[in-house]
């Protein structure tokens, strides 16, 4: 539950109609809300009213509202990396043929912003838009790996530490020690800590300050390939990320990019 008042409820609300993936009726939504029956349905008039949410009279449903949709676009063009990286991407996946990934952090979690199938797509939980765990994702692994020291604990106290598979890491201490393997060698790896038989090698995309922006990952399968194989993809990856990153500072923060003229002032 939202400890921001008004707006903290009503953000609960559209998270809650989201959460549904499909039309959601209000006794639906009151089964699941922490809010009395008044004050949902007063959340979910006003959210109506602004067109946050619209509402089907003849079903009795509400699903999310266009200027909803018109918000969530202007924030992918102006917030996601994805308008920046996509053609890096499409580089990146001509050139090595497996499931490639772009993702950002979400609070304490990876959310996925793109996404590029293998030639010979096979079914996975990751898709654009899609919210999942950073400790035991490649890339939210890298991404945590290069965030600011003080940062971790509090992001960390925040995973679940559920174990997916009999490979996940599920402790704060182990994730430490992973995080120095990672930042050592410059990548992070998924060994089948989520999905069994699903492994990737990732790489965080950096701003030229060094802030984390995000990461971008080439996946496969252990049914035909290993994780030494992934490896050697580390470097091309790591290239590919480092221009997304120097073009996203350029675009996003252009105070970090170094100015000749200013300098010799």
């Keep these: 539950m939202s400890g921001d008042g008004t ?12 959460g549904f993936g499909h039309p959601a009726r209000f006794s639906d939504l009151l089964a699941h809300s922490p809010y009395p029956k008044a004050t949902l349905y007063r959340l979910l008039q006003t959210l109506v009213t602004q067109r946050m949410l619209a509402f089907n009279p003849d079903r009795s449903t509400y699903t999310l509202g266009l200027r ?21 991407l499409d580089v990146l996946s001509a050139e090595v ?9 979400d609070h304490a979690q990876v959310l996925y912003v793109d996404k590029r199938n293998a030639r010979d797509p096979i079914p ?12 035991c994702t490649g890339v939210g692994k890298a991404m945590l790996a290069y965030l600011p020291e003080a940062n971790l604990p509090g992001i960390l106290s925040q995973q679940s530490w559920h174990a997916f598979t009999a490979k ?20 992070a790896f998924d060994d089948e800590e989520h999905e069994p038989g699903i492994i990737c090698v990732a790489v965080p995309i950096l701003s030229t300050g060094g802030a984390v922006l995000g990461a971008l990952s080439v ?47």
Excluded: C
């Excluded at 707006?7 to 989201?18: E, P, S, T």
């Excluded at 043929?97 to 952090?105: C, D, K, P, S, Y």
């Design 124 to 135: 996975m939980y990751s898709q654009a838009g899609k919210v999942g765990p950073a400790y």
């Design 168 to 187: 996940t890491i599920t402790s704060a201490t182990a994730m430490m020690q992973e995080l120095t393997l990672i930042r050592a060698r410059g990548f």
């Design 68 to 88: 909803l949709v018109r918000l969530a676009h202007a924030a992918w063009d102006q917030s996601a990396l994805a308008p920046i990286a996509r053609p890096h």
């Design 97 to 105: 043929g497996e499931t490639v990934h772009l993702a950002q952090m």
């Design 7 to 18: 707006v903290g409820k009503a953000l609960d609300v559209l998270d809650l109609v989201a």
């Design 219 to 265: 996946t496969s399968t252990t049914a035909r390939t290993n994780l030494g194989k992934l490896a050697e993809l580390a470097p091309r990856i790591t290239q590919i990320a480092r221009t997304i990153g120097q073009e996203t500072t350029n675009w996003r923060f252009p105070e970090e990019t170094a100015h000749p003229n200013r300098e010799r002032a």
